[in-house]
């Protein structure tokens, strides 16, 4: 299985380093013949390694995604930043405008209105799915695909798939929507005690769908029907499941989910770490066996992990 992107760049400074203090070294070994071959026979290995995985960084252009992904933290100086300027080919060149003089800028203004249609705007991007989308539109081409960027509508057919991993692989799926919010990433395992090796997917025109550190995964159209038995997965509340209230409990004793519940504007409703097991918790995360979830229409239903999770109508 190939290295990611990400990878190859922490074994490029690695083998970098390497060349550099062997260099140092071989030069300060040149009275003693043996000292010398030994230690310019290793900074030239670690030269020739390190020009491999530069190489390799390049391979494809999930390192750009990697960057994005890493931490919410965002400093006035940002390195993640000017790296997304460099692989967006955008001008990272200081532009000077009319507040650059001595006048300050003049404060923002309390507008209830306007914060509110902001707020209102980074909900929509959020979002899922498009509006008004038809999970039962599209009926899906079977596929097979490896680590990449694919866009829906042009390197997928949109659908409902079942998206599985091949034996004795571990790879990572993300969903991206129309506009760039990611909305789920799940691993996928594909050794024979796993139970999570496939996930089954919405896939909407103009979402984006990543593939990372797999060499393999099938996408396969499956109908699209209700059920209350729910295994890794994205649903869709009236697709895949009937609105309603319900209790949701795991089935099996050592097995763990976590349940997500947004509505179709992409707020949070319901967030729970569903297990039999004895775990430890902190204050903001606390396991429990069940918990009772209303959903409606267009609501959606994300499940992580290894086990099942039944819905029982109340």
Not at 4 to 10: A, D, G, R
Not at 86 to 95: A, C, R
Not at 199 to 205: E, Q, R, S, V
Not at 278 to 295: E, F, G
């Amino acid at each position: 299985m190939m290295l990611s992107p990400m990878k190859f760049l922490l074994l490029w400074i690695l083998f970098s380093l390497l060349f550099i203090i062997f260099t140092f070294l071989t030069l300060s070994a040149l009275g003693n013949q043996t000292r010398f071959k030994l230690r310019l026979s290793i900074a030239t290995f670690s030269f020739l390694l390190g020009l491999i995985c530069f190489f390799g960084i390049f391979t494809d252009n999930s390192i750009k995604t990697d960057w994005k992904r890493i931490g919410s933290f965002k400093p006035s100086i940002s390195v993640k930043e000017t790296l997304n300027n460099f692989f967006d080919g955008k001008d990272t060149t200081p532009k000077t405008t009319k507040n650059d003089s001595d006048t300050p800028p003049a404060p923002p203004k309390n507008d209830s209105n306007t914060q509110q249609k902001n707020s209102g705007n980074y909900i929509s991007k959020g979002r899922h799915y498009p509006v008004g989308y038809n999970p039962t539109a599209d009926k899906g081409h079977k596929t097979t695909k490896g680590s990449g960027i694919y866009t829906v509508g042009k390197d997928i057919q949109p659908g409902y798939y079942k998206i599985s991993i091949k034996e004795k692989e571990i790879g990572t799926i993300m969903l991206e929507n129309e506009n760039g919010r990611s909305n789920l990433s799940s691993m996928l395992d594909g050794y024979q005690k796993s139970n999570n090796n496939s996930i089954n997917l919405h896939l909407a025109k103009d979402q984006k769908l990543i593939i990372k550190r797999t060499d393999q995964v099938s996408l396969e159209p499956i109908p699209v029907k209700t059920t209350t038995t729910l295994k890794q997965g994205l649903y869709i509340v009236d697709a895949d499941i009937k609105p309603g209230r319900y209790i949701a409990k795991q089935t099996s004793k050592d097995s763990t989910n976590n349940l997500t519940l947004y509505n179709d504007n992409y707020r949070l409703k319901t967030n729970e770490i569903l297990t039999n097991r004895k775990m430890k918790s902190s204050k903001s995360v606390k396991p429990k066996p069940q918990t009772a979830i209303d959903i409606k229409k267009n609501d959606i239903i994300t499940i992580y992990g290894k086990g099942t999770t039944q819905l029982e109508p109340q």
